[in-house]
């Protein structure tokens, strides 16, 4: 640094200053706004300051961070980490109470809490025996108004398996997640039809909302498929009902 002084000094840059630590003080200024020593102090000195904002003070200008260079964006890196870090967290204690009550299910209906229900038979209640209720969107297949009719076999059904894409992710029929992260699922091949251990129940939990629905099973089935090809997407779904349905039941 003193090599780089000597030439201010003969030019006699610091004589209005007065000798001793004004005129040190007056150097070490110098030095910060056009010397290397200071940019350093700038870039590498204050972990946590903006480079701009670093800059600007040095003339005395105030200014917010750029949100550009590197240490803003490691500082925003940092907080999408921990709010990816939060997310996750959330998720692992949706699974942890979607997984408590896949156990449930295996032995009833959460929605009624009877055994002898299968997770149809409480969405049509009474009317059983009519076949005016659809097992694969569960909406209402009568007629509803005078010249409106929601009608339909399984074929034109938009929840019929044919008509599903899970990408081996769930299997068709009963809406059920398959994989290593979806305890006591089972595996794709065990899934036929008709075969499901949970019988209709994770599909009640799913199509809640849904019930009595007048429309093919249109809406049903843009909410459905996103989660039966992704498993997050399918936990959050099966956490959201559950917590509807409890809530209905402390309602009643």
């Known amino acids: 640094m003193q090599q780089k002084q000597d030439y201010r000094l003969e030019a ?46 040095r003339i005395g200008v105030t200014t917010s961070e750029c949100g550009m260079c590197q240490l803003c964006k490691s500082g925003i ?74 009608f339909h076999s399984h074929e034109t059904c938009e929840l019929r398996a044919k008509n599903i894409t899970t990408k081996g992710r769930s299997c068709p029929y009963c809406f059920t997640a398959v994989g290593a992260d979806i305890p006591d699922s089972g595996t794709r091949e065990q899934h036929d039809k008709e075969r499901c251990q949970f019988k209709h129940r994770v599909k009640r ?23 039966l090809q992704n498993h997050d997407l399918w936990f959050e779904l099966m956490a959201q009902n559950i917590g509807k349905i409890m809530d209905s039941k402390v309602q009643r």
């Open 77 to 150: 890196n940092r907080q999408l980490t921990f709010a990816a870090r939060e997310q996750e967290e959330v998720l692992i204690q949706k699974k942890i109470l979607v997984t408590h009550w896949m156990g449930e299910m295996a032995k009833r209906c959460i929605a009624c809490d009877s055994i002898d229900c299968d997770g149809f038979k409480c969405v049509i209640g009474n009317d059983q025996q009519s076949g005016r209720w659809c097992i694969r969107c569960y909406g209402y297949t009568g007629q509803v108004v005078v010249g409106t009719n929601n």
């Open 205 to 227: 939990v799913l199509l809640h909302g849904h019930t009595g629905r007048g429309d093919f099973g249109l809406a049903a089935r843009k909410t459905i498929i996103p989660a």
């Open 12 to 57: 006699h840059l610091f004589d209005c200053f007065n000798e001793g630590e004004e005129r040190v003080e007056a150097m070490r200024e110098i030095t910060n706004l056009y010397e290397f020593q200071g940019l350093d102090g700038i870039v590498y000195g204050r972990k946590s300051q903006c480079i701009m904002k670093g800059l600007h003070s």
